[in-house]
């Protein structure tokens, strides 16, 4: 049986394929599209109407549909480290002309089908069918795919066009570069960088903007080292929102439209609120969704936040989720008896292996940092600087924890799953001493696991489901404690 | 009439069993020198039984641990982590146990114990530095064998630091010393020096509480044991079921369930 799914988030994902459809649009029209980072202030963009694409978002797709790992290793090819962040790899293969491509046959312009690819073929009653002459399922043809190859756009542009067969087989090259959203956004015409999110951003967009020979707008918040941001710090990212501004009047030719900044505040500020509320759900016991779908639904906070459209999505989700409230009902496939944080990014490439052990566990994400981190509000210019500057990355580790703490306390979680990220060095680096804080602090267990959020080749599946079992058993124990209290 | 219940702990380089009676008395064990994805497995579980004199129909309950249990879903009665089945050995073998450090062939674990559960832990991951088969492999440069490391350390009469944190690196490390003539004994007692500030690092991760106990394969080796205890600044305890306490952990935890 299909999986319904509701209003709120149908209106969530529209959101983000009219991000995706309208910069394809503005890049046919001739119309600039820029790229930026997910914590530069889009309010700025948004004043000028310009249409902007997400590489994190961009990336986290791209990983999710499993081209994560051929588009790494193409950044490797090109000199990139593979230390360096898996979205950054992914981002600079793309700046590069890299995609991730369908194999066809030149002569005939047919796919080439993976005969490994697919899920097994089932009869009438259900039942897989066996292949009698290898023992193995045989495969349902109807989801078999092409194999995967790496092409190059420059090289296809720079095809000869002088004959009817040239022509067809540029084309075909083409439309076989993989169809999927993420792997269609235009190449940019400026790159927007706050390197609040890390500081890896910093190299990474100075490495597209030298690529593509296009203009960068930098925005750059120093890593804070106290909870409260000093008005110095203030001054100093408000001189840089009034350079940046003075940058995009340079590149669109327009004038700042205070009017039209003032309305994507209050997009954004509305946004943000109801992304708060959507998160707090997560308090009722069981709660009536999973964690884990906070992940899909960030990708509107990250491309749309300045949109009223967005902000009007989570209002939809919210009314579904009072809704599941009132019937005492949950989205979450199976009943939650287990409450955990997850801490740091998915492991996009591997998402159903992150949740076949949650699922079989009773374990339900119910809190997440990205709750707290991207809710911030603001009345005017200098307090949106002040909110800015607090990033997941970019504040001191008295903040995070504070962040992840409360959270942890207010969705009443039983345990805490740690993601060592290894792309992300900051948010690898310091999850030792944070997950010592919350074993300390909150007195619940806490189990960390390798992965990466884009490279498939960072994570291990047995490893990690060992360690999701002893987090069970843990939590078992733990509860079991309380009640003999 | 005694339960008797077994419990089987497929790691990545052995395969042990334990057959216990009512939950207390150790009948037989067997232990195969391979593990998960080989003949190991079946071999250990052929043997134990054999050793007893019984059958699979004779075991009130089969319980699976280590990274090769899932590969037993049709023979055993259960499968849980090897976390939780080494914290119940360790607590068998010593009521007093609050750290329980495990050294097995590819993964290193540190588990906090209240009142014989597991309430906490942390493991190594995806580097073999400071596991069994980073002993392996010193012993095959070294040309002695993995049983004797522990023997030849103590005969060390000068300190030599392996500095390197990578098994392959520090295996190059150790055919410079060679090389320069430094002599076995001392190279072998800087190798367990290594493996000892590497497995301190971790256990720190969850702090260290009186009694420390210490199992898995490498627990056996008693180079590798003080040299911990100097790092730690704790006594380790250990017992000759070492290597076996998993599946001891896995057959304790067999019979509660018959019990339940």
Known sequence: ?485 | MSIYTLGIDIGSTASKCVMLADGKEIVAKSLISVGAGTSGPQRAIDEVLESAGKKREEMAFVLATGYGRNSLMNYADKQMSELSCHAKGAHFLFPEVHTVIDIGGQDVKVLQIEDGIMTNFAMNDKCAAGTGRFLDVMARVLEVDVKDLGRLGSMSTKYVGISSTCTVFAESEVISQLSMGTDKCDIINGIHKSVAGRVAGLAHRIGVRDQVVMTGGVAQNQGVVKALQDELGHEIHTSPLTQYNGALGAALFAFDKVNK
């Open chain 1, 1 to 485: 049986m299909a999986k319904t799914v509701s209003p709120g988030v149908l209106a969530l994902r529209k959101v983000v394929d009219d991000v995706y459809a309208d910069a394809r649009k503005a890049k046919a029209e001739g119309k600039l599209v820029g790229w930026s980072s997910s914590k530069f202030p889009c309010e700025l963009a948004e004043a000028f109407d310009l249409n902007v694409m997400y590489p994190e978002n961009q990336a986290a797709g791209i990983a999710a549909q499993r081209d994560g790992e051929i588009m790494c290793q193409a950044a490797e090819d090109l000199g990139f480290d593979n230390d360096i962040c898996g979205y950054a790899r992914i981002s600079l293969a793309y700046a590069a002309g890299k995609r991730a491509a369908r194999k066809f046959d030149p002569e005939t312009l047919e796919f080439i089908i993976d005969p490994n690819s697919g899920k097994p073929l089932k009869d009438e009653n259900g039942k897989v069918v066996i292949d009698p002459a290898t023992g193995k399922p045989k495969k349902d043809p109807k989801t078999q795919v092409p194999y995967t190859v790496l092409d190059d756009i420059h090289e296809i542009e720079a095809l000869p066009e002088t004959t009817e067969k040239e022509i067809a087989y540029k084309n075909f090259r083409r439309e076989a570069i993989k169809p999927y959203k993420q792997m269609r956004i235009p190449q940019p015409d400026f790159v927007l960088c706050c390197n609040n999110i890390c500081n890896c951003m910093t190299k990474w967009y100075e490495n597209i903007a030298r690529m593509c020979n296009i203009p960068l707008i930098m925005i750059d918040i120093p890593y804070n080292n106290t909870v409260e941001v000093a008005d110095t710090n203030v001054a100093y990212v408000r001189a840089q929102f009034d350079k940046a501004i003075h940058q995009l009047e340079e590149l669109t030719g327009k004038k700042f439209d205070e009017k039209k900044f003032e309305a994507a505040c209050a997009n954004a500020n509305r946004t943000a609120k109801d992304w708060l509320k959507v998160c707090d759900y997560l308090q009722y016991k069981p709660a009536p969704y999973s964690g884990f779908d906070l992940f899909n639904h960030m990708a509107d906070v990250v491309t749309a936040r300045g949109k009223v459209a967005a902000a009007e999505a989570f209002e939809q989700l919210e009314k579904d989720l009072e809704e599941t409230i009132k019937k005492g009902e949950s989205t979450t496939p199976f009943p939650e008896q287990y409450r955990v944080m997850f801490e740091g990014i998915p492991c996009w490439p591997k998402l159903p292996n992150l949740f076949k052990p949650l699922k079989a566990n009773g374990v339900n994400v119910t809190a997440v940092v990205y709750a707290p981190a991207f809710g911030f509000v603001y009345n005017n210019i200098d307090e949106m600087a002040r909110a800015y500057y607090k990033a997941p990355n970019s504040v001191c580790i008295e903040q995070g924890v504070a962040w992840r703490e409360g959270i942890c306390k207010d969705n009443k979680v039983d345990g805490v799953l740690v993601h060592y990220n290894r792309s992300c060095k900051p948010w690898s680096g310091y999850m030792a001493e944070m997950q010592r804080r919350f074993t300390k602090d909150l007195g619940i267990p806490c189990a960390g696991f390798d992965g990466d959020q884009a490279d498939p080749r960072n994570f291990n599946e047995a490893q990690y489901e060992t360690r999701v079992q002893g987090l069970v058993e843990a939590m078992d124990a733990n509860k079991a404690k309380e009640g003999n209290k």
